[in-house]
């Protein structure tokens, strides 16, 4: 939950520097791994997701909910927890505020 302390969205350092820089930016919608696909199949797509968007000169920046934080662009131990989650919320606009 928002304590006043932390921001309500963090953005991934190599996110906030393409940003800064211009580079292009893809976003990934972090439903795939959390409801798209079984595990361990879940992990190995995003992990190729972000790769093809690097080999093609972008920036990934999987979108996620972490302990009621928005996060631009997820650390590789992030993407695994959140592939590890046994049952993730699906989190919409309406659920924010509970999350």
Do not use: W
Request: hydrophobic share 45%; charged share 20%; glycine share 8%.
């Amino acid at each position: 939950m928002f304590d006043g302390r932390r921001q309500p969205v963090e953005i991934a350092p190599q996110v906030a520097q393409a940003l800064a820089n211009g580079a292009p930016v893809v976003a990934l919608e972090s439903a795939l791994v959390t409801h798209g696909l079984p595990r361990p199949a879940n992990l190995r797509v995003a992990r190729r997701l972000e790769s093809a968007v690097q080999e093609e000169g972008g920036v990934p920046a999987t979108i996620a909910l972490l302990e009621g934080i928005a996060h631009v662009g997820l650390s590789p131990a992030q993407l695994e927890r959140l592939a590890g989650e046994s049952a993730p919320a699906k989190v919409s606009l309406r659920d924010l505020p509970a999350v």
